[in-house]
């Protein structure tokens, strides 16, 4: 396997990076991992690789697989114009720099896997969304369509592709729980709101496993054209493809552990976790006040589900939250 990921050194993709060596060492077969990055000098671990932007542009190596996780983080400041552009550019250039490379390779890559968000379905409450779901339009849908639109063109070169839209993913680390540690440990920590908005969550480690299981099981249709058209669809059991303007097959995955809380429940299991108090209420009216139209990530709710990884047999080992705050890896 050689895979080349943009957005490796971030907090999924240094964990997905680390997971995949790991497994390919132990069943004792080679495996190469090469972060895109537009920092020559940036710290990485010694059994990986670095490429530059720049010499993405000139270089003549094949990759069997890319996956695209590059992207500023949506709720990392509030959404001022600039802002709003700048999470825009900082999809939207790793993968046009992605795009050019895959067009001008001699050997295409078997299959890009290509990040997006839940946020594409828009906010729509308790209602349950799956892959085949509509949308409502607001800033988050049009930032996630625009970058898996993107993204799609590559079927244009004859390479599959994958979108996993992610949920809020769960690990001390980094991400929302990494953000919320230090008030919660501080007592001050509470619900958001009214707390009855739905948070659709996934732990770290199912998402690294998840698109493991992605890779292998689109990987193992693909011994021709045709017997990836035929088998794929047989392996995976699925309706979760996606339209595209040629016979290049392209597919979405909701990654969502298959267990969404309310925010008042993902108070408490993270009060209970850290043996601390959670007494405190941030109102709507004062998010708003704060955050601006990015409140409507804290105070909307979406119960997005996991269908496709289901129907296609994937087990999630940290299905609760519980579970996926005790048991880290």
Same mark, same amino acid.
């Given at each position: 396997?050689?895979?080349?990921?943009?957005?490796?050194?971030g907090?999924?993709?240094?964990?997905?990076?680390?997971?995949?060596?790991?497994?390919?060492?132990?069943?004792?077969?080679?495996?190469?991992?090469?972060?895109?990055?537009?920092?020559?000098?940036?710290?990485?671990?010694?059994?990986?690789?670095?490429?530059t932007?720049?010499e993405?542009?000139?270089?003549?190596?094949?990759?069997?697989?890319?996956?695209?996780?590059?992207?500023?983080?949506?709720?990392?400041?509030?959404?001022s114009?600039?802002?709003?552009?700048?999470?825009?550019?900082?999809?939207?250039?790793?993968?046009?720099?992605l795009?050019?490379?895959?067009?001008?390779?001699?050997?295409?890559?078997?299959?890009?896997?290509?990040?997006?968000a839940?946020?594409?379905?828009?906010?729509?409450?308790?209602?349950?969304?799956?892959e085949?779901?509509?949308?409502?339009?607001? &800033?988050?849908? $049009? !930032?996630?369509?625009?970058?898996e639109q993107?993204? %799609?063109?590559?079927t244009?070169?004859?390479? =599959?592709? +994958?979108?996993?839209?992610?949920?809020?993913?769960?690990?001390?680390?980094?991400?929302?729980?990494?953000?919320?540690?230090?008030?919660?440990?501080?007592?001050v920590?509470?619900?958001?709101?009214?707390?009855?908005?739905?948070?659709?969550?996934i732990?770290?480690?199912?998402?690294?496993?998840?698109?493991?299981?992605?890779?292998?099981?689109?990987?193992?249709?693909?011994?021709?054209?045709?017997?990836?058209?035929?088998?794929?669809?047989?392996?995976?059991?699925?309706?979760?493809?996606?339209?595209t303007a040629?016979?290049?097959?392209?597919?979405?995955?909701?990654?969502?552990?298959?267990n969404?809380?309310?925010?008042?429940?993902?108070?408490?299991?993270?009060?209970?976790?850290?043996?601390?108090?959670?007494?405190?209420?941030?109102?709507? &009216?004062?998010? $708003? !006040?704060?955050?601006?139209?990015?409140?409507?990530? %804290?105070?909307d709710?979406?119960?997005?589900? =996991?269908? +496709?990884?289901?129907?296609?047999?994937?087990?999630?080992?940290?299905?609760?939250?519980?579970?996926?705050?005790?048991?880290?890896?």
């Amino acid at each position: 396997m050689n895979i080349l990921i943009s957005g490796g050194s971030g907090f999924l993709g240094r964990a997905f990076s680390k997971a995949l060596i790991k497994r390919y060492q132990k069943d004792n077969k080679e495996v190469q991992v090469t972060w895109l990055t537009r920092d020559s000098k940036q710290a990485h671990p010694d059994d990986i690789k670095m490429m530059t932007y720049d010499e993405l542009a000139k270089t003549d190596k094949n990759y069997d697989v890319i996956l695209n996780l590059a992207g500023a983080g949506i709720a990392d400041k509030r959404w001022s114009d600039a802002r709003k552009e700048q999470l825009l550019a900082s999809r939207v250039k790793p993968t046009e720099a992605l795009l050019e490379f895959i067009a001008r390779s001699s050997t295409k890559p078997k299959l890009l896997v290509s990040g997006s968000a839940i946020g594409w379905y828009g906010a729509q409450g308790a209602r349950p969304l799956t892959e085949s779901s509509d949308f409502n339009t607001d &800033f988050s849908h $049009k !930032l996630c369509d625009d970058w898996e639109q993107l993204a %799609l063109k590559v079927t244009n070169y004859g390479v =599959p592709v +994958a979108i996993v839209r992610t949920g809020v993913v769960i690990h001390p680390d980094g991400g929302m729980v990494g953000k919320l540690l230090t008030p919660f440990k501080m007592g001050v920590g509470g619900q958001l709101a009214d707390g009855k908005q739905v948070m659709s969550w996934i732990s770290r480690a199912d998402w690294v496993r998840a698109v493991m299981f992605i890779i292998e099981q689109l990987l193992a249709g693909q011994a021709s054209q045709q017997a990836q058209l035929n088998s794929v669809d047989t392996v995976l059991k699925v309706d979760n493809d996606l339209k595209t303007a040629n016979d290049t097959p392209a597919y979405v995955y909701n990654l969502t552990a298959p267990n969404p809380v309310t925010n008042q429940t993902f108070t408490k299991t993270l009060g209970v976790w850290l043996h601390r108090p959670t007494f405190f209420t941030l109102p709507a &009216f004062l998010l $708003k !006040l704060m955050f601006g139209e990015m409140s409507t990530l %804290l105070i909307d709710g979406q119960k997005v589900l =996991p269908q +496709a990884l289901l129907n296609a047999g994937f087990e999630f080992r940290q299905p609760t939250l519980k579970q996926a705050l005790e048991q880290q890896s």
